[in-house]
């Protein structure tokens, strides 16, 4: 309850002052503490130190067990099995502390930037309507956000924050590639001659497959499929049958990531896939830009799918061909240098040395705002009806 209180009293106090402020007047709660604690640093203060705005950070679930029937294969000698206790398509125990280390690493990265308490409009948490990708979500906030000094309760080092997300056909926001259009347009895509040409250089590879595996593997997407069936197979132990040996995991793995650029092929393919998502990260920059006073949120994180971090990377530009890993996040954080906003956008994707400054073609690692919203206009979708859901 106080929580609240202590918010609404920061946001009406910051709109008069920006700047750090320190919120005496509510103190008597917390006078046990040095002033420090009640640092809170306004998004747009004009600290010479620090010119970090506020945050996006998206990311790939945790390590999982094999999803449902779409990844494994007729002659799967697992085909049938239950992964008790997890189950199937659900986060494992190193899944769990690797979202874990996200936050921890989030905290660390801006805790001077977010101030010490969790108070809920400093952070909007957003995940896709799966198991796995809400309870990454949960990780991530615990380890961003553990409770201090008189929040914890029952001793525990964990607080609960709220997050949302919405039923999948009405989420275009993370799961746009379930757009009715979208699919639509993607068979369209894959019927182009231009795709077809492709894949008819793969037909060796792709009877090979299929004769073995008992799959109908036509396109990259069957081969996309079967990759998270076999890695997560792999991943959890099991022994993969011996037909494999000449094709796993290079050439599944080169194939699976061409399904990446299929799936951003078009104009309207890359709005879908990708531009409802920048489209809110540039409105919510819009906003805090144009109206300071009332926005106290801090960070955005957004829990998904490793789709969702390899489109965003094919629309900025900077994806490496990589099937994203298992906590895989990008970090766009909204900077005022010298006046002028801008973006920097580090990826992480745990192959060591941590989340890497990444160069936005034609803008480099400082990414002006108005030169990003050229560069990535073409993807945003301005038609509302564009999803058809
Ligand atoms: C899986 O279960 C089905 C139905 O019980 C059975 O026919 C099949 O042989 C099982 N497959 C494997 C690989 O164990
Ligand atoms: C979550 O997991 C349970 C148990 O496996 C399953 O019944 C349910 O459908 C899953 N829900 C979602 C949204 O993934
Ligand atoms: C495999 O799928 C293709 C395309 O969907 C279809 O035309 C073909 O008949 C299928 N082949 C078999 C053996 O099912
Ligand atoms: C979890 O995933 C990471 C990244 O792919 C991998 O390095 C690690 O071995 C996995 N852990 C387990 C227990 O599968
Ligand atoms: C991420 O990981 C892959 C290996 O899976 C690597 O090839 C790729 O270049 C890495 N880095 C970036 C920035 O994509």
């Known amino acids: ?10 946001c009406a106090f910051l709109s008069v002052v920006s700047g750090t402020v320190h919120y005496g007047y509510i103190k008597s709660r917390w006078d046990v503490f040095n002033d420090d604690d009640y640092r809170i640093v306004f998004p747009h203060h004009e600290d010479e130190s620090s010119t970090l705005v506020h945050v996006h950070v998206l990311f790939r679930h945790g390590n999982r067990t094999a999803d449902s029937e779409a990844e494994l294969y007729p002659n799967d000698p697992y085909l049938n099995y239950t992964y008790f206790p997890y189950g199937l398509g659900q986060l494992t125990n190193a899944g769990k502390r690797r979202e874990f280390a996200i936050g921890e690493a989030l905290r660390r990265r801006y805790d001077d930037f977010l101030g010490k308490f969790y108070y809920p409009e400093i952070v909007e948490a957003i995940s896709t309507d799966y198991n796995r990708t809400k309870m990454s979500l949960q990780l991530v906030l615990a380890g961003l956000f553990p409770p201090r000094r008189d929040d914890v309760f029952n001793g525990l080092i964990w607080q609960p924050v ?12 993370l799961l746009g590639v379930l757009c009715p259009r979208y699919l639509e347009l993607y068979e369209d895509h894959y019927n182009s001659n231009k795709v077809k040409s492709q894949l008819r250089k793969h037909r060796k ?3 090979y497959i299929s004769r073995n595996s008992g799959l109908n593997v036509t396109r990259y997407q069957d081969i996309y499929q079967l990759f998270f069936g076999l890695s997560t197979e792999s991943e959890y132990g099991l022994k993969l049958p011996q037909w494999l ?23 309207n393919l890359r709005k879908m896939a990708a531009g409802y998502l920048l489209n809110k990260i540039l409105d919510d920059a819009r906003r805090i830009i144009e109206n300071r006073a009332k926005l106290c949120r801090k960070i955005h994180l957004y829990s ?13 530009g900077i994806f490496e061909p990589h099937i994203p890993n298992y906590g895989s996040y990008i970090i766009m ?25 990444m160069k936005m073609p034609k803008c480099g690692t400082f990414c002006p705002l108005d030169k990003f919203k050229s560069l990535v206009d073409e993807h945003l979708p301005l038609n509302d009806n564009l999803c058809g859901n």
């Open 1 to 10: 309850m106080y929580s609240t209180i202590r918010l609404i009293s920061v």
């Open 162 to 173: 709220p997050f949302n997300y919405l039923p999948r056909p009405e989420d275009t926001l």
């Open 205 to 207: 590879t792709f009877d």
């Open 245 to 267: 040996n000449t094709v796993w995991p290079d050439t599944i793995i080169d194939l699976a990531i061409q399904e990446y650029y299929v799936s951003m092929g078009t104009t």
């Open 304 to 316: 998904a799918h490793e789709n969702n971090v390899a489109q965003l990377l094919i629309a900025l």
């Open 333 to 357: 954080e909204l900077h005022r240098i010298n006046g002028e906003y801008g973006y920097k956008i580090f990826y992480e994707n745990w192959t060591g040395g941590g989340p890497q400054l």
